[in-house]
Structures are given as C-alpha cells and as structure tokens.
C-alpha cells in the first residue's frame, strides 16, 4: 500500500453529501442555489503507521487514490446533474466588435435562446471567451439580466424570457508570426452564427478553426503540421462578405460562422486577400544538407488551398540556388524560369501544377543545389512561395564532417534543438522555428582538419614581353578529406585550364579576378590520406615592361593554401631568345638529365632548360630576357628592265634562317631612289608587308644610300623571299641600285639587265663578274642581254656607285621582240556555206605586251566567237582601222614567253556546189609568222579538188589523193559512202592514209 491514503474522513463527507443531495433534489431550485458549494480537502498519513492516526470512534478504511479521484469525479456529475436544469439552446446569435489596436473593442452580442417546454429559465454561456461588461433584455426598458459563474467557472444567465439577450464584450489579441493579429473566440454553440467586425481599411479577416483540447494530457508527441493542435481553415464552410464603408473610413466584414462557435479570428493586410489567392496558406518545412561539394535545399510546403483552385504557383529562388526536382504527390511539377524578380539577383520560377490544388494539406516537394561558401558569414539561400500566405515555417541543418558551424545567428527564427547525424554519417543537426515569412538563418562553417600539402613542379616558358607557365601539383593529407584547394595567382598571371589526375576528381574551378588574385578548385573526389591528387594547370601572364627582370615573384604563377613541399622551377626560352641569370647560385641547382622520377613528375618529363629548386630564405633570383640576334643567310636577285624611257627594278631576297626564327630583315639599297618599294612575302602576295624607309647612317645621313627595313607578319623559321619593285626614269644613264642585308651572316648577289618589247639598252660595267645567260630562266617576258654576279658587302656600298650604269638605245638592228612559230587553221564547212573557224598561233614572245588580228576579209568583229590563251578564255577589244576593216587586239601574258593564242570565228558564204572554189580565211597577224597549215572538215558526199592556191568541192566520188602548193597538202578519205562516214577530215602537212 502506498504512503498516498486517502482518509476514511473523506469518504464519510462524501457519503454524507450525496444522501443530503438526494433529498435537495425535490427541494425548490432556489434553495438550492442558496446551499453552499461542497469544498474537498485533502489529508495524506503515513500509510505504515495506522495506530498514530487520530481514531476516536472513527473508523479508517484503506482506498486507492485513483479509486477516490473516480468516486469524487462520479459525486461531482451526480451534483451538477441535480443542481442546474438544462441548458437552454440558442437559436441564433450575431457579434459585433471593431479593432483598436490589437484589442476588439465595443462589442455587443445578441442572443435569441429557445425556451424549453419544462420551464426552466437558465442559460449558461459554455464555452464564452470574451470579457463581458453587462448583460440586458433587449426591450424599452433595457432590463438586466441575471449574470453568474459557477463553480466550475461557467458563465450562465437567471431568469430568461422571451426575446434577445444582448451581452457587450471586448476580446485582446496577440501578435502572430506573420504580423496579424489574432484572436482566439470560443461563443456558445448555435447553428446560425454571425460575426460582424469593423477594421481599417488595409487590414481584412482570415478565419480558422481553433486546435482542439485533448481530454487527458499525453506524452505521445504531436505531428507539428498535422497534428490535433494545428488551427484547420474554416474556407469551405465560413463566408466573408466585405461590407460598405463607415464613416471613419474603416471597412465593416461580415462572417458567417454558420455552426462553428471555437475559431480563430486573424487580421492580415488586405493584399492577403485577393481573390487570386484568397484563404491559401502554406506552411514550410526545409532541410539543408550541407557538404564541401554544395547544399542540397529540400523543401515540403503544405498547402491548404481554399475557394480558388491553385493551378499555378510563383516562387523565388535566392541568387546562386537551382532548381533541380519539384513533385506533388507521386507526379513531377514542369518548372520554367520567368526572369528576375528585381530584388538583388534572385529567380521568379513557375511550378505548373499537374493538377489543380484545391483543399487543406496539398504537399509539394521541391529540391534545389547551390554552392557553399566557407571560412565566412553566408546567409543560406532559400526558396519562398508567392500569392500563397505564409503561415509557419521550421529548418533543419544537416551538417557532416568535416564541417563544422562555427556560428550561427537567425532572424525571425529561434534554435530549438541540437543533436548528432543518425548514423553512418557523422557531424550535427540543428532544428529552428521560423516566425515569420522573411525569417533566415546566417552561419559560419569552417572545416577543421589538418592543412593541405603540396609539391609543386614550375616549367616557365619565357620570349619576348609575356610567359607561359605548366604547373604540375602533388597534394595529400595527413587526415581528413578537401573537397577544395585554393592558391593565389601572382598578379601578372591568368590561369587558363585546370585538369586532374583522376580526371573524374574535378568538379569545377574559379579566378575571382583577369589576373592574380585567387585561384579555387572544386573537386568531385576529396583528396584523402589514402587517395592523393596531381593536379595540371596552365596559366600565361600579361606583357611586361620591356628590360625589367624577372623575380622569383615572377616566376611561380601559383603559391597553394596549406603546407609547401618541394619546389621546382624549369627554365625554358622560346626561339630567338635568350636569358641571363643573376643570383642563381643562391637557389640549388638540378641536372636536368639526372633528376628522380618524382622529379620529372613535376615537371612534366625531362625539361630541355635549367632547373632549380625554390628556397624562400635566398632571395635575390633574377632573370633577364634578350632577344637573340636572328642568323641567317641571304641571296639577292636584281632584275633590272628596260622599257621605254623608264628602267624597273625587282629584287628577290632569299633568306634562309640558321636557328632563331626572323621577325625583320633590314635590306640596304645603294644608290638611293626617291621612287618607294613595296614589299610583299613569295606565297603571300595578297597581303603587302609593313617596311620603313630610314637612313642608311642616322648620324651621318648621306643621299647615297637607303636603308628599308620590313617587319614579318609572323616570325619565320624556314627558308622565305622577299620581293620588292619599283620604277624610275629612264632618260638619262642611271647606275643600278644594288642591294645588300646588314643583317646576313653571308650573302652573295646577281642582277640581269634586260628590255621590254622593242626597247634597246646600252649597259656599262665598271667591275662586275659578267655570267653566262643560261643560267637566267627564260620563261620571262623580257629580253634578258647581260647578267653579272656581284659581292653584297664590297660592291653594294657608297663607293661603288656607278658600278652598273643602263641606258636608252636606238633599237635598229634589234630583232622582234615577238613572233609565231606555227599558225594552224581548222575549218568546218555545212553544204549551205557556213563556216567555223580557229586559228591557233603558237608564239614566242621576249617582249611584246599585246598582239594584233586583222580578221578576213567579209568577216567582222560581231563574227569572232572568242579568244583563248593557253587553253583560257581571255578578253579582246576591236580596234579600228583607217580603211574600215576588222581588227582586234588581244593582251599577252606578263611574263610568259610561249603563249599560245586561239581565234575562233565564223563565215558565212554561198552553199556549196560543183566547181565552188575557196581560200583560206586566216586572220593576219602584226608579228611574223614563220609556217601555216589549214586543215578542213567537208560535209558528207563532198571531196576537195584543186590547185594550190584554191578548192572547189562536189560531188566526184572517189579521186586520188592529190597534194597541190608548196606549203598547203590536203588528204581526204575515199572508197565509202559519205552517209556512213559522216564528215570526212582532211589534214596538211603530213602524208594521206
């Protein structure tokens, strides 16, 4: 038996009461009510010591307390039973208040009951929230009414009588999570009630049904979203209609309960309110699970969705936050990105809904990915509803090792729990309770574990005014795992690319600045003590200013985070430069040949220049970059042309490089001209090369000499020629300007003087070594008469002018400058007299620009059906002649000494016939012609016969063979039909089949 026993005494009170209350119960009610309420007391004893309780007569008797705590439970409702008749039922009842502040003040209820048939005339106000002032009759004489509370605190009403009740009361709010003010009303039941309330003008009503009271308390914990104390929205069965305006400029809102008399009474702003998202609410859970390679946002919004289906929902994603998943139920949501809300950089993103959302707790499910940040104050990214009204809001952080928060600070939201990660995975959780839509939470999260180390391999490439750089870097850890490596870049250095080795490690990197700054690598596979990284990196630098050294600041783009290893540094320039080092014995020096295998690691195999190993307690490295002088070899060719009275100059420089590439090649000209040379590069003659003309001694300027120097478009490693041309004047002797390179490490000369068309030249030679002409190719267009070797560096200086000197001369006695080797007619006959002609000249030309046709006579410019040169199409033009005659003029090739030239024309005579006799129409040219042949096509059933100037053609059937003229001989076939041979082919010059 427990020490916890009741006292006989108790029982023998409560007896004693409920045989007095038997009695009472046929007493008038009245005195009833005038009997004093029963009071229990409670008197505990120690339950082993019986014989030192107070006895007397008295007789103790052992009950349980649960047993007593049931008997006095069953006393109690047999009393109340006896003691109050029936409440009376109410038939309506309307309210009316207005907000000041956050209180409902000058509220005025009026009750209709429904009196029973037994007579009985009280009324009690179960459950009644608001305070009550008074109470009246609703007649002319405003009688009160009877207000009393009993003892189980129950606000009832004496003495009822026909008509309304009227109760004025006022009701204090409280401030909600969202900045509403709520009020909690519990009203008797009644199956038509009405709440009138009048409010300023932005705020509006948001009923919901109030949590239900559990009967016994309970241990079992409740579901925080879903659970029997959550509020439910009243939507589907509670009607607000918005009332005309007062005076005050207030708006009057009537709510029709209907049978609800527990609700909960909310004044929101009135945007809340419109009718696009009237009565929607959301209530959000969301979960951070927070790693090194980002957060991973879940979302579940429960959603009651009254009055208006939700078909579509808005949603705004915080900078740096993406979308990946969104279902509701077992479906999946179509999102798309609408643009930007204006508000920093956040995303407005619409969920088309696969349904439309209608009633209470619809769940939505959405997932989204972002970066991390660490070693500072990051304000978590969040994704908020829009058009829906935000009600309640809870966060979990999910935080593994090897992060840690290190702070953590939230506004609107509270901590409301701590606890590690449920197993395997191991680090915290932490839970908060949002108070409002804007609520966030700021952490700090840090990574404590050991520092990174690393050894790192530098190849620099150096050349001109910027570098190139490879890094090769080693890391690994003694503990823990990085999922990120960062570095600072000097500040003339940009990286490029990042690899890795594994190259699934890789997850992203970033250079927060164009050059220097920081460098930081995301890796999809952490470096472990047991799983080490080589990373590959490439980076270049901006030009430099030009004959400034270069420091050891200089020379590694990249210094990493953590703990520094080894440091290796490999020298290499490009071609044509060149580096002196200073303070380099201060730094240890490797064999490039004799380095360890980990070594050549680094540096990416056997480096081809020095190397060195970094010591940060030597400083004092430098290196200085120079240009290599460039070598090379070079030939000059001068063609020197006479045409006319001017004299053209072309030179060829031939250049071939020893090692380092040629950016520029300076070329000296003696005597000098005032007449310009272009320059282009053999293979590029599209494009002319940039060259400026300066003094051959700047401090001793002199007219004798002339110095060009060309600059490359790109630098040159392979043998290339440049080529200039110019023309000068020719009226008087000029002596020839020859040209020689400064630059070439050797050189040698040669010029050919020549003439154009029947040009004549006189040349005087002072000292030049006269060559054979064989070795001149002759496929030019010019007549070459002379050519000469000369030494660039003894011949080509000021005192030597002269040593070449050309001149005009009277061209009697000169050859032709072009002529015809062979003209070969070909002629196409048709019975009617129509003819097709070529003419095809094969010439040989040293000079001529153009040649000239007179056409046949009968046979004009409109008949000539083209020209072609070497087997092309070229253009002719007529030219007209004093007796009227055709004549055209075709243009020769530059440059080509054996063209061969093709007229193609028509004729039109009389048909032939027996006896018809023809000549040759060949087109006269104004060069000569050294032989000609014809040869004819005759139609069928025709054969030519005749002498030697002339044809006639008939029909004579199969006749010898006969030659006739000295230099003309026609074959023709005989012994067949004509029809089966078709046209028959007659050829001069050689011997008939």
């Known amino acids: 038996m427990t020490l916890r026993v009741a006292a006989l005494a108790a029982m023998v009170v409560a007896a004693g009461w409920s045989a007095a209350r038997c009695k009472a119960a046929d007493e008038p009610a009245a005195a009833v009510r005038a009997e004093p309420p029963l009071r229990y007391r409670r008197v505990y004893a120690p339950a082993d010591r019986l014989k030192d309780w107070p006895r007397g007569n008295a007789r103790y008797l052992p009950v349980d307390p649960a047993d007593f705590d049931r008997l006095i439970a069953a006393v109690e409702a047999r009393r109340a039973a006896a003691e109050l008749p029936q409440a009376l039922a109410l038939r309506s009842a309307q309210y009316k208040a207005r907000l000041v502040g956050e209180t409902l003040v000058d509220g005025e209820a009026v009750l209709d009951p429904a009196l029973p048939a037994d007579g009985r005339r009280r009324l009690t106000l179960d459950p009644w929230s608001p305070a009550v002032a008074e109470a009246f009759w609703q007649n002319p004489s405003r009688q009160p009414a009877e207000l009393s509370t009993g003892p189980d605190g129950k606000l009832a009403v004496g003495g009822v009588r026909p008509g309304p009740l009227v109760v004025t009361w006022s009701l204090r709010g409280r401030r909600g999570a969202s900045g509403s003010i709520e009020f909690d009303i519990e009203l008797p039941p009644c199956p038509a009630s009405r709440l009138v309330v009048e409010l300023p003008k932005h705020l509006g009503p948001v009923v919901e049904r109030l949590p239900d009271i559990p009967a016994k308390p309970t241990t079992q914990p409740l579901d925080e979203t879903r659970g029997p104390t959550a509020p439910r929205s009243l939507a589907e069965s509670v009607v607000v209609v918005q009332e005309t305006a007062v005076p005050e400029g207030n708006l009057l809102w009537r709510i029709e309960l209907g049978g609800h008399h527990r609700v909960r009474l909310r004044v929101a702003p009135i945007e809340h309110l419109d009718p696009s998202r009237l009565w ?91 970066p991390v940040e660490l070693g500072r104050r990051w304000r978590l990214p969040e994704m908020r509803p829009r058009g829906v009204f935000w009600q309640e809001g809870t966060v979990r952080l999910l935080v593994p090792a090897p992060l840690a928060i290190e702070h953590l600070a939230a506004s609107g939201a509270r901590q409301v729990g701590v606890g590690p990660l449920p197993a395997p995975r191991t680090g915290e959780a932490m839970d908060l309770q949002c108070f409002a839509p804007a609520a966030g939470v700021e952490v700090v999260l840090a990574r404590p574990q050991s520092p990174l180390q690393w050894d790192c391999g530098t190849s620099v490439e150096l050349g001109g005014a910027t570098m190139s750089a490879q890094i090769a870097a080693y890391l690994q850890v003694a503990d823990g795992e990085q999922f990120q490596v960062t570095a600072d870049v000097g500040r003339r250095w940009s990286v490029h690319s990042v690899e890795s080795v594994p190259a699934e490690a890789l997850d992203d990197w970033t250079q927060d600045a164009a050059a220097g700054g920081k460098l930081s690598v995301r890796l999809a596979k952490g470096v472990l003590p047991t799983r080490p990284l080589r990373l590959l990196i490439a980076a270049h630098s901006l030009p430099r200013p030009s004959g400034r050294p270069l420091g050891s600041e200089d020379l590694f783009p990249l210094r990493f985070d953590g703990r520094a290893g080894q440091q290796l540094l490999a020298l290499r320039t490009r071609e044509g430069y060149q580096t002196k080092l200073s303070g380099a014995e201060r730094w240890p020096s490797l064999d490039p040949e004799g380095l360890a295998a980990a070594e050549r690691d680094l540096l990416g195999g056997s480096p081809r220049g020095p190397v060195f190993r970094y010591d940060p307690s030597a400083p004092g490295f430098r290196v200085e ?162 050519s000469y070797r000369y030494d660039p560096v003894a011949d080509a200086g000021p005192s030597s002018e002269g040593l070449l000197v050309v001149a005009p001369a009277e061209p009697r006695g000169q050859p032709p400058a072009a002529w015809v080797w062979n003209c070969h007619l070909e002629s196409r006959y048709a019975p009617e007299g129509t003819a097709r002609h070529a003419a095809v000249y094969r010439i040989e030309n040293t000079g001529r620009e153009d040649i000239t046709f007179d056409l046949p006579e009968g046979v004009s410019t409109d008949d000539v059906r083209g020209v072609w040169i070497d087997d092309v199409r070229s253009g002719w033009k007529p030219v007209e002649r004093a007796d009227g005659a055709a004549r055209i003029a075709v243009r020769l090739p530059a440059g080509r000494r054996f063209p061969v030239v093709s007229v193609h024309f ?37 054969q030519a016969v005749g002498n030697s100037a002339e044809h006639r053609y008939g029909l004579l059937g199969d006749w010898p063979r006969r030659v006739f003229g000295p230099l003309v001989r026609i074959a023709h076939g005989a012994g067949e039909p004509a029809a089966a041979h078709g046209q028959r082919r007659s050829a001069a010059g050689s011997p008939a089949p």
């Open 625 to 786: 970059v120079e240009a290599q002088k460039p070598g090379f070899s070079a030939a000059v060719r001068i063609e020197a042309t006479v045409h006319g009275n001017s004299l053209t100059e072309a030179y060829d420089v031939r250049c071939v490089p020893d090692a380092a590439q040629v950016e520029r090649v300076a070329v000296r000209f003696c005597p000098a001209r005032s007449a310009p040379l272009r320059w282009i590069l053999v293979g590029e003659e599209s494009e002319p090369l940039s060259a400026q003309r300066r003094s051959a001694n700047p401090a001793t300027p002199s007219p004798q000499a002339e110095v060009w120097e060309i600059g490359l478009r790109r630098p040159q490693s392979a043998p290339f020629t440049l080529r200039a041309v110019r023309t000068v004047p020719l009226a008087e002797p000029q002596a020839i300007s020859l040209a020689s390179v400064p630059d070439a490490t050797s050189q040698r000369g040669m010029v050919v003087v020549g003439a154009v068309g029947d040009s004549a030249v006189r040349i005087r030679n002072s000292r030049l070594v006269a060559v054979p002409l064989e070795a001149v190719p002759v496929d030019r267009s010019a007549v070459w008469r002379a």
């Open 906 to 942: 028509a004729t039109s005579e009389t048909a032939l016939g027996l006896g018809r006799w023809l000549a040759p129409p060949l087109p006269a040219a104004d060069i000569p012609v050294l032989a000609q042949d014809w040869t004819l096509w005759m139609p069928p059933g025709y």
């Open 280 to 370: 929607n609410s959301v209530r959000q859970a969301t979960v951070y699970d927070i790693s090194l390679r980002g957060i991973d946002v879940t979302a579940q919004w429960t959603i009651d969705a009254h009055h208006v289906a939700l078909r579509r929902l808005m949603m705004e994603l915080d900078p740096g936050l993406r979308l990946v998943a969104a279902r509701y139920g077992e479906a999946a949501v179509r999102w798309s990105v609408v643009g930007p809300t204006g508000e920093g950089r956040k995303t407005l993103v619409a969920l088309e809904l696969p349904e439309p959302l209608r009633g209470p707790g619809r769940v939505l499910r959405l997932s989204a990915l972002g």
